[in-house]
């Protein structure tokens, strides 16, 4: 079954500087990868998503997230952080290989923006 | 309206009642998730419907949890005999086809506070 870390808890960021949340997933082949951003009293939203193609996937609000395979990892970047970025970040993960697989959140990772 | 809604927004009840959550979902999705979500954690996968179909209950903890969509629009998650461990926030989160790789677009949740 696959499974999915977040090795950091909490990051804390100046506005302006650029981003890094890792993520590390477990799967016997290509998953399908989520990052999803949830910010305080609200549901999650979709960020972007990787299912084959194109290692480095855009998404909404100037993130993007690179897939490497030989890091089972797909870690979500942005260049510039903005304070109202400051949320709890969640990596996600499916399996591919079956008809159907469930979607496996990570437990997140707090940003803190600071002015 | 436009998105995913869910009711009650919070909810307390004395250990052993039942309890009931609803989900409204966007109009026309055929996929329907419903997760729990403790303080800090990401959501924990419970069960998931295809229209009326349930695909996967493979989440709910044990038989006190169950779900229906008997129309294949709303859902409602109900706990009988709860106790203190059920606590927690409940997430619905629909999606326009019946895959996976769907963007999941989730409602604001119910807060469950068991006392």
């Known amino acids: 079954a696959q499974s999915v870390t977040q090795p950091d808890i909490h990051i804390t960021v100046s506005e302006g500087a650029s981003l890094e949340l890792r993520c590390n997933y477990s799967y016997g082949a290509t998953p399908y990868l989520f990052w999803y951003v949830q910010s305080p009293g609200q549901g999650l939203q979709l960020l972007l998503k990787y299912f084959s193609g194109d290692t480095l996937v855009q998404g909404i609000k100037g993130f993007e997230a690179e897939f490497k395979r030989s890091q089972s990892s797909f870690n979500l970047r942005k260049p510039s952080v903005h304070w109202s970025d400051a949320a709890e970040y969640f990596c996600?993960?499916?399996?591919?290989?079956?008809?159907?697989?469930?979607?496996?959140f990570g437990p997140g990772t707090s940003l803190s923006v600071i002015p | 309206g436009a998105g995913v809604s869910q009711s009650p927004r919070y909810k307390v009840t004395k250990r052993g009642q039942d309890v009931a959550l609803r989900c409204d979902p966007i109009s026309g999705h055929v996929s329907l998730y419903w997760y729990r979500q403790a303080l800090g954690q990401g959501p924990e996968f419970l069960t998931y419907f295809n229209y009326e179909a349930q695909q996967d209950k493979s989440g709910l903890p044990n038989d006190r949890f169950s779900a229906e969509r008997p129309e294949g629009s709303i859902s409602t998650l109900t706990i009988q005999r709860t106790e203190q461990r059920d606590s927690a926030m409940y997430r619905c989160?629909?999606?326009?086809?019946?895959?996976?790789?769907?963007?999941?677009?989730f409602g604001p949740g119910t807060r469950l506070t068991v006392l």
């Open positions: 989160a629909t999606g326009a086809g019946g895959s996976r790789t769907d963007t999941q677009y």
């Open positions: 996600a993960v499916a399996g591919s290989l079956a008809s159907y697989d469930k979607v496996i």
